[in-house]
Structures are given as structure tokens and as C-alpha cells.
């Protein structure tokens, strides 16, 4: 399996894959156009779009990492490249991309690179959550000379993935789920991430 991802995920993708602001420049002139990224462009996916825009915006300055995380950080000596597959409307790519690029950036080691989702579906049917789901986002860690497949993480921390199942199992309409959702997010400030990958970058490296 390892060789039909390492095959799959080789260096062409990473090439033609967007920087953190190369995609982000990518929303911001779809919207001017109407539009967001993959084949729906109806009113409710351009809302969404458009508020993940001002979201990551707001996240991206309000972002403060834990002096262990920096600590951390400082003492990698693996380069790595963070492959994220992702959509501008997704609400968990919203949350989680600024902090995971936030993160990346403190170490020279370390290079993210950004593909929609709905392009690269060969590459995302390999990273399936519980084996069915496309769930977005995705981020798989690669070594940044063999390409080799590290490890990878998402769509969500587990904490917001636990709460997600639990309003799932209760049928709730789609805007109660991500009022909730997002409402976590809110209260726990990019902390359960940072966690995470402080544990993630011993395994990985």
C-alpha cells in the first residue's frame, strides 16, 4: 500500500500544489467571481466560502502557539513537506488550516503544500476517515527528499471529531451541527491541535 501512495503522491503533485497563500488568494478571487472551489457554486456553498474566508482571517491573527509547541519545533531535524487536502467551503478546513500553517512556519524544516480535495480524489481515497468518509481536512506528512508517507492527520482534533459523532447520531439539522461545531472551536482557541501535534511530530519524525 505504501507503494501505491508514495507512486500516487509523487513530485508533480507537489509542485503544481498551492502555497498557504497561493490558496488563499485562490478564494478570495473566486468569490469575487461567485464562485468557490469544486462543481457547486450554489448560494449556500458561496456563504460558506465566504465566511471560512473572514474565519481563517480572524484565526490567523489571533494565533498564539504553546512554548512547548515552539520548543518542540525548534528541535526538529527531519524535512518534512505537510501535504493538506482541502475545499475553501469546508467549515474544519477553516478552523484547523490557519493554525496547522501557523505551525509549520516556525521551523525551517518544515514545508506545507495545499490540494483541493475534489482534484485529487485518487490521492484522497487513499486517506479515507473510518474507511468511507472524504472528510476534510487532510494532512499527510511526507519526508521531503524520498516522499515517503510519514503519517497523516484530521479532518478534525479529536475532541471536535467526538462532539461531530455525537450531534451525527442525534440527526440534527446541518446548521445546529455546525453552530455547535464551530462553537468548539471558538472555546478551545487551537489548543487541542497544538497537542496534538506535539505528540505527532515524535511519531513522525
Given at each position: 500500500?505504501?507503494?501505491?501512495?508514495?507512486?500516487?503522491?509523487?513530485?508533480?503533485?507537489?509542485?503544481?500544489a498551492y502555497?498557504?497563500?497561493?490558496?488563499?488568494?485562490?478564494?478570495?478571487?473566486?468569490?469575487?467571481?461567485?464562485?468557490?472551489?469544486?462543481?457547486?457554486?450554489?448560494?449556500?456553498?458561496?456563504?460558506?466560502?465566504?465566511?471560512?474566508?473572514?474565519?481563517?482571517?480572524?484565526?490567523?491573527?489571533?494565533?498564539?502557539?504553546?512554548?512547548?509547541?515552539?520548543?518542540?519545533?525548534?528541535?526538529?531535524?527531519?524535512?518534512?513537506?505537510?501535504?493538506?487536502?482541502?475545499?475553501?467551503?469546508?467549515?474544519?478546513?477553516?478552523?484547523?488550516?490557519?493554525?496547522?500553517?501557523?505551525?509549520?512556519?516556525?521551523?525551517?524544516?518544515?514545508?506545507?503544500?495545499?490540494?483541493?480535495?475534489?482534484?485529487?480524489?485518487?490521492?484522497?481515497?487513499?486517506?479515507?476517515?473510518?474507511?468511507?468518509?472524504?472528510?476534510?481536512?487532510?494532512?499527510?506528512?511526507?519526508?521531503?527528499?524520498?516522499?515517503?508517507?510519514?503519517?497523516?492527520?484530521?479532518?478534525?482534533?479529536?475532541?471536535?471529531?467526538?462532539?461531530?459523532?455525537?450531534?451525527?447520531?442525534?440527526?440534527l439539522p446541518?446548521?445546529?451541527?455546525?453552530?455547535?461545531?464551530?462553537?468548539?472551536?471558538?472555546?478551545?482557541?487551537?489548543?487541542?491541535?497544538?497537542?496534538?501535534?506535539?505528540g505527532l511530530?515524535?511519531?513522525?519524525?
Amino acid at each position: 500500500m505504501t507503494e501505491v501512495k508514495v507512486t500516487i503522491i509523487n513530485r508533480s503533485v507537489i509542485e503544481n500544489a498551492y502555497t498557504y497563500d497561493e490558496y488563499r488568494e485562490l478564494i478570495n478571487e473566486l468569490l469575487l467571481k461567485g464562485r468557490t472551489t469544486g462543481e457547486n457554486h450554489s448560494e449556500a456553498m458561496i456563504h460558506y466560502t465566504n465566511m471560512n474566508s473572514h474565519r481563517m482571517r480572524r484565526i490567523d491573527k489571533r494565533i498564539e502557539l504553546m512554548d512547548s509547541l515552539n520548543e518542540r519545533l525548534d528541535r526538529v531535524n527531519r524535512n518534512m513537506i505537510w501535504l493538506v487536502l482541502t475545499e475553501a467551503w469546508c467549515g474544519d478546513a477553516a478552523q484547523n488550516l490557519p493554525i496547522i500553517q501557523k505551525i509549520a512556519e516556525h521551523s525551517p524544516k518544515i514545508q506545507t503544500r495545499y490540494i483541493l480535495r475534489d482534484e485529487n480524489l485518487e490521492i484522497m481515497d487513499l486517506f479515507l476517515t473510518n474507511g468511507r468518509s472524504r472528510s476534510i481536512p487532510k494532512l499527510i506528512c511526507l519526508d521531503s527528499q524520498t516522499l515517503e508517507i510519514l503519517g497523516h492527520w484530521g479532518p478534525r482534533p479529536a475532541g471536535a471529531d467526538q462532539l461531530y459523532n455525537e450531534l451525527s447520531q442525534q440527526e440534527l439539522p446541518y446548521q445546529e451541527v455546525s453552530e455547535k461545531l464551530h462553537k468548539w472551536y471558538a472555546d478551545d482557541k487551537t489548543k487541542s491541535v497544538q497537542s496534538e501535534f506535539l505528540g505527532l511530530l515524535d511519531v513522525w519524525e
